[in-house]
Structures are given as structure tokens and as C-alpha cells.
């Protein structure tokens, strides 16, 4: 799995820890991420820029419920994006 | 063509709704959030509680286990010299050999009251269940105290009902029950009063017994009512009629009860009223 994966995994996890399974099902209507099993958290991303996928998952989260759930994803990849150059992070995480 | 006023309210409180609705499910979010923290936090402490709680007994059994060895030889000292094993003694000294003794057995016992709850806590207990006779074991009991009770004016009144009294149980834990119960009509006996009356009765149905052990002591207040099974449960007013309570007694009886399947109770409608502890157990 990827870094990307990696973060979109993160964040699904995080959110799913305060919503529950609606995470997943709000995750999978976010073009490019591919849910390939909920029950390992193993996920794909299709095709796309994996940094705009990456944002479209934030945003679609905040959209829903707001700024505490932007924090909530910054917090839940906070030591995966130590180690990826600035100009790699998606710009949702900085 | 332009829409009409209605379609154009319509519209207006479509969208608020729809801001409300955002708003509800932002609002809700956050709270979850808070929830999850918190309980995320909860389980944290009551981790460390465990941990705590472990360490707390481990260090009760290892203390209690090394100062009951010393109490113990102590008082085997005090045995010794007073069954002339180190000559004869004199009578000026015999009365302090005897208190020395009596005051070290004491100690044993009190020890190993701690011992036995902290074995209770950590559930390592273990139960000897064998088929016995209930009604044989507390009339047994009861005229082991007979004399002790005769001497500090209590007087014995049995009532055993007819009847099958069989239970299965571990006689030397019922017996401890028994015991606890018969020394506090001694320990919370009115001391103002001359003499007293403790009444057993026994009875059964086809699935339980009853057995109840009541007295016209001191009685139990209200307060003390909230801690009396509780672990280390001192009462407030209890423990001005019994200073060297440990807490414990009728913490290890509770639990023995319940290991046996049963129930225990106690009514007093208070102070100088005195007080009644019903047993329940099923019969085998």
C-alpha cells in the first residue's frame, strides 16, 4: 500500500471511529477511491492525482460535518505526511 | 417566466432547512467527537484503575503474608513459655504471657481477614463444594457459642423448623459465615444491658433456606446500612463499638454467600434496635 492509500486509509479509519460505518459509505462516493475490502481497510486509489484524491475525501468529510471533521483527518495521517516532502502533501493536510 | 412568490418561499425554506440540517449533523458530529474523546479517555483510566487495583492487592497479599508470619511466631513464643516449656512461671507473669498471646492471636486473625478478602478480590478463592447438612452445621455452630454467649449474658434461642437441610457447600466457608455472624452479636452487644437474646431460625421450602440470626444489640443506622458488605466497609457508628474492625467480615461473608448461589440481608430499624442478617441458599 502506498502513502496515499495509507492516508486515505488513516482518515476513512479515524472518521469511522466517530460515525461509525458511514465513513466507508461517504468514502466510496469519492471518485478514484476504490474500497476493496471494509473489513481489512484495504483500499485502492484508481487513477487521478492521489493528492486531489486525497482532498476530495477531506473536503467531502467537512462538507458533511464541518470543520472538526478537517481537524479529525490532519490529526489521523499527523505522523504518516512527517516523512513526505511539503510539495507532496495534499494540500487538505497542511 | 418569472417564478412566483410561493416557489420563491419554497425555494428560501428549502434552503434554510438545508443549512439547518447541516448545522444538526455538524453539531452532532462534534459531540461524537467529545463522546468518543471521552470515552476513549475512560478506558484509559480505567486501565490504569486495573493496573492500580492489581498492584494494590499484590502488595496487601505480600505485607499481610510477612506480617502474619511475624505475629504468628510470636504468638507461638507466647504458647511455648506458657505451656512451661522454658521452666515454670510465676504468677505475676503468667497474666501477661496470656494477654501477649490473646493479643497475638488476635492479630492472626485479623491479618488473615485481609488475606482472605484480598484472595476474594483477586478471585482466588477456592471452593471445596461437597453435599452437607445446613441445619447440622449451624446447630453445631451455634453450641460452640453457647458457653461464650452464657458468659457476656446472651442467652440462645434455636428454632429449627422439620425438614431437609441439604445443600451443596464448602463447610469450612459456611462455617466462617456462621462464625462472623455469631462474633458480631458479641462485638455489637448493647454493653449497658445485662443480659441479651440471639434467635437462629432455620426453615426451608422446597427450593431454599432461610436462616436468620437476629439479635438485640446495638443495632445498624442507616448510614452504616450503605457500607456494612461492602470491602472494608467500617461503619461509622459500628466502629465506635468495635475499634479493631477490619471491614472485611462481612465483605467475605457476602461473597461466600454468593459463591454458594445464595443471598444475605440485614434489617435493624437502627440505632439500639438491634439487627437481623437473613441467609438465603438454595437446597441441592
Known sequence: MDIFEQIVKNIIKEQERIIGPLAWDEARKVQGIKIVSQFTGEIAIDNGDERDVVNSLVNRYERLFGRASHEVCKQAVAQLILTMPRSSIPSSLI | ?284
Open chain 2, 1 to 284: 417566466m418569472p417564478a412566483s412568490p410561493k416557489n420563491d418561499n419554497t425555494k428560501e425554506s428549502g434552503g434554510s432547512e438545508q443549512a439547518d440540517y447541516s448545522h444538526l449533523t455538524q453539531e452532532l458530529y462534534k459531540r461524537s467527537l467529545e463522546l468518543v474523546e471521552l470515552r476513549e479517555k475512560a478506558d484509559k483510566l480505567s486501565q490504569e484503575l486495573e493496573i492500580a487495583n492489581d498492584q494494590q492487592t499484590k502488595l496487601i497479599h505480600f505485607i499481610t503474608h510477612q506480617v502474619k508470619g511475624f505475629f504468628t511466631k510470636s504468638r507461638n513464643v507466647f504458647a511455648s513459655v506458657l505451656e512451661g516449656d522454658y521452666g515454670p512461671i510465676s504468677s505475676e507473669t503468667r497474666p501477661i504471657l496470656e494477654e501477649g498471646f490473646k493479643s497475638d492471636t488476635k492479630a492472626v486473625e485479623t491479618v488473615q481477614e485481609i488475606l482472605n478478602a484480598a484472595n476474594i478480590k483477586k478471585g482466588t478463592l477456592t471452593y471445596d463444594m461437597k453435599e452437607i447438612d445446613f441445619k447440622n452445621l449451624v446447630s453445631n455452630e451455634a453450641e460452640k457459642y453457647r458457653e461464650v454467649f452464657k458468659k457476656h449474658g446472651l442467652n440462645l434461642e434455636l428454632n429449627f423448623s422439620e425438614g431437609t437441610y441439604t445443600i451443596l457447600g464448602d463447610q469450612a466457608q459456611l462455617e466462617h459465615v456462621l462464625r462472623n455472624l455469631l462474633d458480631n452479636c458479641l462485638k455489637y452487644k448493647q454493653l449497658e444491658k445485662k443480659e441479651g437474646l440471639v434467635k437462629f431460625q432455620l426453615k426451608n421450602t422446597a427450593s431454599k433456606i432461610f436462616f436468620s440470626i437476629e439479635d438485640d444489640g446495638v443495632g445498624i443506622t442507616t448510614e452504616d446500612m450503605k457500607k456494612l458488605f461492602t470491602e472494608g466497609g467500617r461503619g461509622k457508628d459500628s466502629v465506635k463499638v468495635n475499634v479493631e474492625s477490619t471491614g472485611y467480615g462481612l465483605y467475605i461473608v457476602k461473597n461466600i454467600i454468593t459463591a454458594h448461589k445464595g443471598t444475605i440481608r440485614a434489617e435493624s430499624e437502627g440505632h439500639c434496635k438491634g439487627s437481623r442478617f437473613v441467609v438465603e441458599l438454595p437446597i441441592k
